[in-house]
């Protein structure tokens, strides 16, 4: 499979609207978690090269780094989710004739589904310290980018609760209780951190339009 996030912006688009099952939620979860961390970059960027802004001159220069370390990441994350996926396809092929091939192929699909969900996860928790630090740029970002800033807080929001989303549905296949209940508290917490930091940046860019 081609590297989906070499893909032009067109390209990766059509391909989505296909009839492929990938790239899916997830993988698409992870690009708007890159185009996040690329706005929550470039407002970082615009503040901490303004003499003006100074005082969070050191603040906005860690930002950015740690943003756009994430956005690569993520990128990266977008041909993960979808391999991730694949290994599941690959294991429901598996013949099962025998005794003996039904419990190679479960295990293979037990195996399957939980790197479905782990791949996730790691999108959700990324795009989660992208959502972090996109917050801090609305409230301490230079005044003309606030409304970028506020845009990069909420496509982390978005790739959060989407990736977490995919996650969920591939719960529902795995047998492994204990699996179950630690990736579904996770699932909860990030959730609940992601509406509580996205109606901060909102209320954030409300104060600085005054």
Do not use: W
């Not at 990441?73 to 977008?78: A, E, G, R, S, T």
């Not at 598996?94 to 996860?121: N, S, Y």
């Not at 992208?130 to 978005?158: E, F, H, I, P």
């Amino acid at each position: 499979m081609q590297d989906l996030k070499n893909l032009t912006v067109a390209e990766l688009s059509a391909l989505t609207a296909s009839d492929a099952p990938v790239p899916g939620g997830g993988s698409t979860s992870a690009m708007t978690g890159a185009f996040a961390a690329s706005l929550t970059a470039m407002v970082a960027k615009l503040t901490h090269s303004k003499p003006k802004y100074a005082p969070v001159q050191e603040e906005m220069l860690a930002i950015d780094k740690e943003a756009d370390s994430l956005r690569l990441k993520l990128l990266d994350d977008i041909q993960r989710d979808s391999v991730s996926y694949q290994a599941f396809m690959k294991a429901l092929k598996m013949p099962k004739g025998t005794e003996e091939e039904i419990k190679a192929r479960q295990t293979a699909m037990q195996a399957g589904l939980k790197e479905a969900c782990d791949v996730p996860l790691s999108i959700a928790q990324d795009a989660s310290t992208v959502l972090k630090l996109a917050v801090a740029t609305v409230k301490r970002g230079n005044l003309n980018t606030y409304s970028d800033a506020l845009v990069g807080a909420m496509l982390a929001r978005t790739a959060i609760l989407g990736a977490v989303s995919n996650v969920r549905i591939n719960l529902e296949g795995i047998k492994d209780e204990a699996f179950k209940m630690e990736m579904n508290k996770a699932c909860d917490q990030l959730e609940a951190q992601a509406h509580q930091l996205e109606q901060e940046a909102v209320i954030a860019a409300k104060t600085r339009e005054e």
